[in-house]
């Protein structure tokens, strides 16, 4: 069984760090592309990143957090990773780790979320 | 960057009914489009990608259809869990971006 668990969530000032982590595991982690999506508080899903499965993986980010997030991951701990910097109050929200099911077919798994919270 | 808009934002329906969801993109993006369900609380769940393309377990009820700019999700007799909000997603170009959904609601 597919499972992706987000940690590292929590409350942080503004201008503060987070790093997220997703444990996957019910499938070759490696052979994957992964994403970072996230959800403001009753608001619409947003991408934040995507990393590809290639031994030097392709990385983007959304301009909105361009320059202050790192994705990365760990494929011999079949974990996904988002270094958040420089946090912002409009960074709040939840922040889905999802599997992309191909590079152009979505995302066939997400996690559960995990709440970022950036007081002002 | 591409944008998503999706019409209408909110779609008020019965039990039976037929419902469209449309998704228009900025700028054409081949079939690289894909469909969301997403409940209170819950992860979204992969309904549709490549436009047309059923995911499996996704009841026959969905439909995907559309090309390049104009894409369309239709439910053939909507059930009492299809209502619920319902994203597009764009893959074709980075940065990929959603459409702002659409909330089903139950008349």
């Known amino acids: 069984e597919v499972q992706l668990v987000e940690s590292g969530g929590g409350l942080v000032k503004s201008g503060g760090s987070l790093r997220l982590s997703c444990a996957a595991s019910g499938f070759s982690f490696s052979t994957y592309n992964m994403n970072w999506v996230r959800q403001a508080p009753g608001k619409g899903l947003e991408w934040v990143s995507s990393i590809s499965a290639t031994y030097s993986p392709y990385i983007d980010y959304a301009d909105s957090v361009k320059g202050r997030f790192t994705i990365s991951r760990d494929n011999a701990k079949n974990s996904l990773y988002l270094q958040m910097n420089s946090l912002r109050a409009e960074d709040t929200a939840v922040y889905y780790c999802?599997?992309?099911?191909?590079?152009?077919?979505?995302?066939?798994?997400w996690g559960q979320g995990t709440l970022v919270t950036v007081s002002s | 960057d591409i944008q998503l808009t999706q019409s209408p934002s909110f779609l008020s329906a019965s039990v039976g009914n037929r419902v469209t969801i449309t998704c228009r993109a900025s700028?054409?993006?081949?079939?690289?489009l894909a469909w969301y369900q997403q409940k209170p609380g819950k992860a979204p769940k992969l309904l549709i990608y490549?436009?047309?393309t059923l995911q499996s377990g996704v009841p026959s009820r969905f439909s995907g259809s559309g090309s390049g700019t104009e894409f369309t999700l239709t439910i053939s007799s909507l059930q009492p869990e299809d209502f619920a909000t319902y994203y597009c997603?764009?893959?074709?170009?980075?940065?990929?971006?959603f459409g702002q959904g659409t909330k089903l609601e139950i008349k």
């Open positions: 997603q764009q893959l074709n170009s980075y940065p990929q971006s």
């Open positions: 490549a436009a047309s």
């Open positions: 999802a599997r992309a099911l191909t590079s152009v077919a979505g995302i066939d798994y």
């Open positions: 700028q054409g993006i081949n079939s690289y």
